[in-house]
């Protein structure tokens, strides 16, 4: 297991842990993910996914903790996945 980054490299808010669908193919139970709204991050996702894909949804980061992985969780609004929110 890596050692987890529990900040979000783009804002520094602590990132909150999340439990990915039970039918994911993430190869871990939890993710750490930034659910700050005012994440630059998440910001600029809305802009860049219109301008490159003309699609109505942004990002946040995440970071798996067995893997070291860092990158991209697609969401379709401000709300959505924090139902998956473990603390």
Known sequence: MHEPSEKCPHCG?????WAAPADSKWGTDVQLICFNDDC???IRGWEWMKTKFNQNVSYRHRY??????NGPLPVWSSSALREGIIE
Do not use: C, D
């Open 13 to 17: 808010l602590k990132m909150s842990k």
């Open 40 to 42: 630059p991050y998440y």
């Open 64 to 69: 798996n903790p067995s893997t070291g992985e």
